[in-house]
């Protein structure tokens, strides 16, 4: 059968995996284990010497298992059908999403290197960069979506170390107030910092489209990273998090996480697999149901302003509308917005919500509210919330699957308490 003509949701339930080598059954089992028996010392030998880069593989030759730090079967899989959603060469899945992205920066980046960044970004992303990464001596400049290459170029110009740029790392639709950064803009000035003595990677964390919605490589990104807690799980049961590229690339990801031994584990990865049967389904009537919140969000009295992707090509300025339709699927589930008043009146409606819960995290079966002021953005400064319009009235929703009348009655009748 020629599995390259399947769409990926086709292929979700059975891609990788041979029934026939677990006992015939039709899910794959969970192999928790630690280590793996070789069939011969010389088979161990040669295992180790792909894992160790000591010789080149041969022609249809796969690292086979060893130990789970290293490989593990539920691993393989979900990395083989994580990359069919990205059109990716090569993943690696972790046990976070921030041990995805700092694994990444810490792999492609030194002491004395400059990282470009698109703010806001999320708030462990953001004291990674400007907390963790200056203790390593690495330094880094951060830009808003609202900026064009040109001020981008000349801001890492003036800083006299373009020669020392080494990653952009970018976060598009931006958390939480769905600000889209171009990727293709970003691949640009990736080019024109490049040397052949110093490539720039270029990352994007598309947790906030999850695989479905928006494809990163495919408009000139190298590293894709998610919080595979997210949509890819789904549910609200496990943390988890992945790193995409291409089979160089991810080669040296996967080299470091096998020393830093921040790999997910067999269960982490059979939950995945789980939840990726499901992906698309959810993710659609996620956003179908996000578009009716919205709309009844936007015509409330009580709220100044909704922040939803799906008013981009109402509202938006041409730039934004240009970005939106080239990169975007769709509008997503993820909503924030404006409520008049500040934080008294923001928290007055989050502690009245009923169906919908108080609580951080996104893109799980189930809708949550929060508050990215006092909360997932807390650590950041205060002048900085300001320009990215991060306030004390803004609350931050991910819709979930529930139906759409009973979160706009749940949201009604939350509003009215204030």
Request: with cysteine; charged share 25%.
């Amino acid at each position: 059968m020629d599995y390259s003509k399947m769409q990926p949701e086709s292929l979700m339930m059975s891609y990788g995996y041979k029934p026939s080598l677990s006992e015939g059954a039709i899910k794959c089992p969970i192999f928790q284990t630690s280590t793996f028996v070789f069939n011969t010392a010389m088979e161990g030998k040669r295992f180790f010497e792909l894992a160790y880069g000591l010789r080149e593989k041969e022609q249809g030759e796969e690292l086979g298992l060893i130990y789970s730090r290293l490989n593990n079967p539920d691993l393989e899989i979900l990395e083989n059908r994580l990359c069919l959603w990205d059109g990716a060469e090569d993943c690696a899945v972790f046990e976070s999403g921030m041990s995805a992205i700092s694994t990444a920066m810490m792999e492609f980046m030194e002491p004395g290197d400059l990282l470009l960044y698109s703010r806001p970004v999320y708030g462990g992303t953001d004291h990674f960069i400007n907390h963790f990464l200056k203790k390593m001596k690495i330094e880094s400049i951060g830009f808003h979506a609202i900026d064009t290459k040109e001020e981008i170029i000349a801001r890492i110009d003036a800083t006299g170390k373009g020669d020392r740029l080494t990653m952009i790392h970018i976060e598009t639709p931006a958390n939480p107030t769905n600000a889209l950064i171009d990727i293709e803009m970003c691949a640009e000035i990736k080019t024109h910092f490049t040397t052949a003595e110093k490539p720039v990677i270029l990352s994007v964390d598309n947790t906030y489209m999850g695989p479905i919605w928006q494809h990163p490589l495919k408009h000139g990104a190298d590293l894709v990273l998610y919080s595979a807690t997210k949509y890819i799980g789904g549910h609200s049961d496990v943390i988890a998090g992945a790193c995409l590229g291409s089979k160089a690339l991810m080669g040296r990801v996967k080299g470091l996480r096998t020393f830093l031994g921040n790999m997910a584990g067999p269960w982490t990865g059979w939950l995945l697999m789980r939840s990726l049967e499901t992906l698309k389904v959810r993710m659609d009537q996620q956003a179908t149901t996000a578009k009716y919140v919205a709309e009844y969000l936007r015509n409330h009295p009580k709220v100044e302003k909704v922040y939803y992707l799906g008013f981009i090509n109402e509202v938006g300025n041409e730039r934004e509308k240009e970005i939106f339709n080239r990169q975007y699927t769709s509008a997503g589930a993820m909503i924030a917005f404006d409520i008049k008043g500040g934080e008294k009146e923001a928290f007055q409606f989050l502690d009245s919500l009923k169906l919908i819960k108080l609580a951080v995290s996104l893109g799980g079966t189930e809708s949550l509210a929060e508050h990215p002021q006092t909360m997932t953005h807390a650590d950041v400064p205060a002048e900085d919330k300001r320009v990215m319009f991060i306030s004390e009235k803004l609350v931050r929703v991910s819709v979930g699957v529930e139906h759409y009348s009973d979160l706009i009655a749940d949201i009604e009748q939350a509003l009215n308490r204030i």
